[in-house]
């Protein structure tokens, strides 16, 4: 049986910085087609955060380039997502999901970013 399970999550000053882990178990990270970090505000849809493929392909939206980095260590079959110059409008909880060929869910780490 997949897992996936977020962590990192916390409160932090407008500016501040937070690293979200994803770990796996029941499957190795680098088996899946895509590992993805995907944020939500209750009452808006998913916005795609960042991603990355097996092949090592990295897209991030358009709301976080520049500001974000995720990158997976496959030893430790995690995939984290470092957030530099957090603002309030980061505050969300955070997503994430392994892909390929079937799609597996974590709980989500709440992020909350104070003014």
């Known amino acids: 049986q997949v897992k996936v399970v977020e962590s990192g999550g916390g409160l932090v000053q407008a500016g501040g910085s937070l690293r979200l882990s994803c770990v796996t178990s029941?499957?190795?990270?680098?088996?899946?087609?895509?590992m993805v970090w995907r944020r939500q505000v209750p009452g808006n849809p998913h916005e795609l955060v960042a991603s990355?493929?097996?092949?090592?392909?990295?897209n991030y939206g358009d709301s976080v380039k520049g500001r974000f980095t995720i990158f997976r260590d496959n030893v430790k079959n995690t995939v984290y997502l470092q957030m530099n110059r957090l603002m309030p409008e980061d505050t969300a909880v955070y997503l994430c999901?392994?892909?390929?060929?079937?799609?597996?869910w974590g709980q989500g780490t709440q992020v909350t970013v104070a003014s």
């Open positions: 999901y392994a892909h390929g060929p079937r799609t597996y």
């Open positions: 029941g499957r190795s990270i680098s088996t899946f087609d895509s």
């Open positions: 990355i493929t097996s092949g090592g392909g990295i």
